[in-house]
């Protein structure tokens, strides 16, 4: 589907996330012929400076983050950029941004909240006050939304007061990623898995998110966070959705939100038991990570000497519908971590009974292996005879390589969620009650853990994280995938 022209802004628009990602991602889609002759890109920051400087700035700090850009199409690309600089929480100071906006109630106007979420509301209001939110206007909200289940309420109702629902694009851009569309399409455009996608023939599901880069410049964000707001709460929990929700009536963005909001409803709450017994929670120590010494998280630049913030959470989480009753879900996120990667691994049940001279336990559990990064593909896990005489089996993978299979150039998350967003296609984005939900379901956590003075585990960089990470899987007779790899 064709774009219709459209002016992008971006407030935040000289930031990390602009320079690194979002303008990146504009100017991919502009080398693939998808924008308008004269579609534009607004970024909006603080600094007063003039459209030459700034755009020497987009030089410096954005082609870098692009592979190979040519050169004509890069002219035309920042011919595209138009800079304003402006006060975002100071209405007065938007006269140069109505003027640069074109005046057109009709044109498909997107505004890009790159900004800390405590001015949200007032960029809202102070767009309202100077009449640029129309019918057509469309607002992304990047993360953090939120600290806790109050202050993702008060997002919501202040921004609701100025836009639709159907206006709001709150952005998890691991919604973005090929894998998880994929596996949409996995599982309801195929019917071979549909039968087996149920409590009677899952062993586990396991859904891993692990970085090896400690917090770099993000000390003041981070330690206030955590990697259960960071990463939990929003992209490990949608995963967990698009895995465990139920077939919605069609790909449409209601029915879609509809089905994942009926998965974070039936998450089982903790209590204070369970949750001692099902939440394990780290802080990684000084250790090596590819061979070269790194620090540990409390002597990272700025860090507080006694810092309580955990870097890693594992957790056993249940599903309390009939289908997935009974089925462990285990969730895993981590900095400085052996390894990066994002990836589900759906585990199916033991054959019953071996038929060859191999006992049950010699075989590995089928498994569907979803990988989201850092090679976007599927893998299907299986026995299989070994060559020559007699009957020996050995695990075997089935793969799908999306970049070998599929010649096409792919589409980084944030192209995809930027193209839905100026196409006004919302299946991809979270929904009010969305948010509120997820928020419901982990407060008690991080209530629990501001009332208890312990301190997270440590663990060694470079590894996969606390010891006792691997027990509370172990405690069901389980492993975490890499733990359970054959040797070669």
Same mark, same amino acid.
């Given at each position: 589907?064709?774009?219709?022209?459209?002016?992008?802004?971006?407030?935040?628009?000289?930031?990390?996330?602009?320079?690194?990602?979002?303008?990146?991602?504009?100017?991919?889609?502009?080398?693939?012929?998808?924008? %308008?002759?004269?579609?534009?890109?607004?970024?909006?920051?603080?600094?007063?400076?003039?459209?030459?400087?700034?755009?020497?700035?987009?030089?410096?700090?954005?082609?870098?983050?692009?592979?190979?850009?040519?050169?004509?199409?890069?002219?035309? !690309?920042?011919?595209?950029?138009?800079?304003?600089?402006?006060?975002?929480? *100071?209405?007065?100071?938007?006269?140069?941004?109505?003027?640069?906006?074109?005046?057109?109630?009709?044109?498909?106007?997107?505004?890009?909240?790159?900004?800390? %979420?405590?001015?949200?509301?007032?960029?809202?209001?102070?767009?309202?006050?100077?009449?640029?939110?129309?019918?057509?206007? &469309?607002?992304?909200?990047?993360?953090?939304?939120?600290?806790?289940?109050?202050?993702?309420?008060?997002?919501?109702?202040?921004?609701?007061?100025?836009?639709?629902?159907?206006?709001?694009?709150?952005?998890?851009?691991?919604?973005?990623?090929?894998?998880?569309?994929?596996?949409?399409?996995? &599982? !309801?455009?195929?019917?071979?898995?549909?039968?087996?996608?149920?409590?009677?023939?899952?062993?586990?599901?396991?859904?891993?998110?692990?970085?090896?880069?400690?917090?770099?410049?993000?000390?003041?964000?981070?330690?206030?966070?955590?990697?259960?707001?960071?990463?939990?709460?929003?992209?490990?929990?949608?995963?967990?959705?698009?895995?465990?929700?139920?077939?919605?009536?069609?790909?449409?963005?209601?029915?879609? =939100?509809?089905?994942?909001?009926?998965?974070?409803?039936?998450?089982?709450? !903790?209590?204070?038991?369970?949750?001692?017994?099902?939440?394990?929670?780290?802080?990684?120590?000084?250790?090596?990570?590819?061979?070269?010494?790194?620090?540990?998280?409390?002597?990272? %630049? *700025?860090?507080?000497?006694?810092?309580?913030?955990?870097?890693?959470?594992?957790?056993?989480?249940?599903?309390?519908?009939?289908?997935?009753?009974?089925?462990?879900?285990?969730?895993?996120?981590?900095?400085?971590?052996?390894?990066?990667?994002?990836?589900?691994?759906?585990?199916?049940?033991?054959?019953?009974?071996?038929?060859?001279?191999?006992?049950?336990?010699?075989?590995?559990?089928?498994?569907?292996?979803?990988?989201?990064?850092?090679?976007?593909?599927?893998?299907?896990?299986?026995?299989?005879?070994?060559?020559?005489?007699?009957?020996?089996?050995?695990?075997?993978?089935?793969?799908?390589?999306?970049?070998?299979?599929?010649?096409?150039? =792919?589409?980084?998350?944030?192209?995809?969620?930027?193209?839905?967003?100026?196409?006004?296609?919302?299946?991809? !984005?979270?929904?009010?009650?969305?948010?509120?939900?997820?928020?419901?379901?982990?407060?008690?956590?991080?209530?629990?853990?501001?009332?208890?003075?312990?301190?997270?585990?440590?663990?060694?960089?470079?590894?996969?994280? %606390?010891?006792?990470?691997?027990?509370?899987?172990?405690?069901?007779?389980?492993?975490?995938?890499?733990?359970?790899?054959?040797?070669?």
């Amino acid at each position: 589907m064709a774009l219709k022209d459209f002016d992008l802004v971006l407030f935040g628009g000289s930031g990390d996330l602009a320079m690194r990602k979002l303008l990146p991602a504009m100017y991919a889609r502009d080398v693939a012929n998808d924008l %308008p002759p004269t579609a534009r890109i607004i970024c909006v920051g603080r600094q007063d400076c003039c459209q030459e400087d700034f755009l020497k700035t987009v030089e410096t700090q954005s082609k870098p983050h692009i592979k190979s850009p040519a050169a004509a199409v890069w002219a035309r !690309f920042t011919a595209r950029i138009v800079y304003v600089s402006l006060n975002a929480t *100071d209405a007065a100071t938007y006269a140069p941004l109505v003027e640069a906006l074109r005046k057109d109630d009709g044109l498909t106007r997107v505004y890009y909240l790159a900004t800390p %979420p405590a001015i949200f509301s007032q960029i809202c209001d102070n767009l309202k006050d100077n009449g640029l939110v129309t019918a057509s206007s &469309r607002v992304v909200l990047e993360k953090p939304l939120g600290r806790d289940l109050v202050s993702a309420k008060q997002i919501n109702a202040e921004v609701g007061k100025v836009f639709e629902e159907s206006q709001i694009y709150r952005i998890d851009h691991y919604l973005g990623k090929e894998t998880v569309q994929n596996l949409l399409a996995l &599982r !309801f455009g195929n019917i071979l898995f549909e039968p087996l996608w149920r409590r009677e023939w899952i062993s586990d599901v396991q859904i891993t998110i692990a970085e090896k880069l400690g917090v770099g410049n993000r000390m003041g964000y981070y330690d206030t966070s955590g990697a259960l707001r960071d990463m939990l709460q929003n992209h490990l929990l949608q995963l967990l959705c698009i895995v465990a929700m139920e077939p919605p009536t069609s790909i449409a963005p209601d029915a879609v =939100r509809d089905a994942k909001l009926q998965v974070l409803r039936s998450l089982k709450r !903790f209590t204070p038991t369970t949750l001692a017994q099902n939440i394990v929670r780290g802080q990684y120590r000084a250790g090596h990570v590819d061979g070269k010494p790194v620090p540990s998280y409390r002597d990272e %630049p *700025d860090a507080p000497e006694h810092s309580r913030t955990e870097t890693f959470v594992a957790m056993k989480a249940e599903i309390d519908t009939w289908r997935w009753a009974g089925v462990p879900f285990y969730l895993r996120t981590g900095k400085r971590m052996a390894d990066s990667l994002a990836e589900i691994v759906v585990r199916f049940k033991q054959i019953p009974h071996s038929i060859f001279n191999q006992p049950t336990s010699s075989f590995m559990n089928n498994s569907l292996v979803i990988r989201l990064q850092p090679d976007e593909g599927l893998r299907m896990n299986l026995m299989a005879k070994t060559p020559g005489e007699g009957m020996r089996l050995k695990p075997a993978e089935l793969e799908l390589d999306f970049r070998e299979t599929f010649k096409t150039p =792919r589409m980084e998350a944030y192209e995809r969620l930027l193209l839905d967003v100026l196409r006004g296609q919302l299946t991809l !984005f979270m929904r009010g009650d969305e948010l509120e939900a997820a928020w419901e379901w982990v407060e008690p956590i991080l209530n629990n853990w501001e009332q208890d003075e312990s301190v997270p585990i440590p663990y060694a960089a470079g590894t996969w994280g %606390p010891a006792a990470a691997s027990a509370l899987i172990g405690r069901d007779g389980l492993q975490w995938r890499e733990e359970a790899l054959p040797e070669d």
